[in-house]
């Protein structure tokens, strides 16, 4: 069973830079493809990014393309996501998720293991 656990989550300004982390354990097939995603207030649960195994593929939401990175230390059994350039819009609750297999996907519904989350607020 994976076992995720996010950090880094804060209190940041509009254009400001924060750096999520998210600790695995478990068994490593189960958490071939690890993703974010993020909730804000009143709405649903959104794909922010994804990454494979080896670090090589990723996939990000439009909204967050050129200004977030996905990354991956395989050693320390850690996803980041390095957030740049911070709008009031991205505030959430990120969540990290991890699932089996090697092809990436943005579907809620396809990840199986979920962390608690970690607030990000962006103030304006």
């Known amino acids: 069973q994976v076992q995720l656990v996010e950090s880094g989550g804060g209190l940041v300004q509009t254009g400001g830079s924060l750096r999520l982390s998210c600790a695995a354990s478990g068994p490593a097939n189960n958490r071939g493809v690890m993703a974010w995603f993020r909730q804000a207030p009143g709405k649903e649960r959104e794909f922010v990014a994804a990454?494979?195994?080896?670090?090589?593929?990723?996939t990000y939401a439009d909204s967050v393309e050129g200004r977030f990175t996905i990354s991956r230390d395989n050693t320390r059994s850690t996803v980041y996501l390095q957030m740049n350039s911070l709008s009031p819009e991205d505030t959430a609750v990120y969540y990290c998720a991890a699932r089996p297999g090697y092809n990436l996907y943005t579907s809620n519904s396809s990840y199986n293991s979920w962390g608690q989350g970690t607030q990000v607020t962006v103030s304006s």
């Open positions: 990454i494979n195994w080896g670090g090589a593929t990723t």
